[in-house]
């Protein structure tokens, strides 16, 4: 069936270092890919999203490329701040299935001053 | 803005209670979800209702139930509340157009449910 690995965590990281979190996802039709953000205490925030193989997802600096003959979506961000400590989820929903999504197991980030 | 609301942030309550957890959307959304989310797993579907009164089961259904009367509230029920169902609970909408443009999802603040 559908699936999404992502890379386990957590990260640690300082301030303005370089973010990549791996995924890789396995789907038999054509999915739509996602990064969601869960900051402490909150629901899951949309970060980006890409829907065809190619596209590139960007938001609030962080960017990832949809990739379909490697079959990822890695999540990159060139300098990170205190503020991105949070847990991130790889995500991925087939177009007329209700839009369900499937999730990977979440990537914490935790950013140090 | 866009809203999904739930009924409360921290629950807590005893083996054995009926336990209603409530969701409200704003955004006339027609696709509607309930995950749980435990640490290392991810979120997991356990039902969702993609019409008033229409419901399909997630992947982890057992133990749960829910009902959808009016198109913006989505209510998930635990029958007889179990230690096994401690667990973070998220509810979230989207639209079913079937183009990708608009198939996001989202997500309520979550219900901290602790069953003792």
């Known amino acids: 069936g559908d699936s999404v690995t992502q890379m386990e965590g957590p990260v640690t990281l300082s301030e303005e270092a370089f973010l990549t979190i791996n995924c890789t996802y396995t789907?038999?039709?054509?999915?739509?890919l996602f990064w969601y953000v869960q900051y402490p205490g909150e629901g899951l925030q949309l970060l980006l999203k890409a829907t065809k193989a190619d596209d590139k997802g960007s938001n609030k600096g962080f960017e990832a490329t949809y990739r379909k003959e490697t079959t990822s979506f890695h999540l990159e961000k060139g300098s990170v701040q205190v503020s991105d400590s949070a847990v991130y989820f790889c995500?991925?929903?087939?177009?007329?299935?209700?839009?369900?999504?499937?999730f990977g197991a979440g990537t914490r980030l935790a950013v140090h001053p | 803005d866009v809203k999904v609301t739930q009924s409360s942030r921290y629950l807590v309550k005893r083996t054995g209670e009926k336990v209603f957890l409530e969701c409200v959307q704003d955004?006339?959304?027609?696709?509607m979800f309930w995950y749980r989310q435990d640490p290392g797993l991810g979120l997991r579907l356990i039902y969702f209702s993609y019409d008033v009164k229409m419901k399909e089961k997630g992947d982890i259904p057992e133990g749960y139930s829910v009902s959808r009367e009016k198109k913006e509230r989505f209510s998930l029920i635990l029958e007889s509340a179990s230690t096994n169902q401690t667990s973070m609970y998220l509810c979230?909408?989207?639209?079913?157009?079937?183009?990708?443009?608009?198939?996001?999802?989202?997500f309520g603040p979550g219900t901290r449910l602790t069953v003792l």
């Open positions: 955004m006339d959304h027609e696709n």
């Open positions: 789907a038999t039709g054509y999915p739509s």
């Open positions: 979230a909408s989207s639209h079913t157009t079937g183009t990708p443009s608009y198939n996001e999802q989202f």
């Open positions: 995500a991925l929903t087939i177009s007329g299935g209700y839009n369900k999504l499937i």
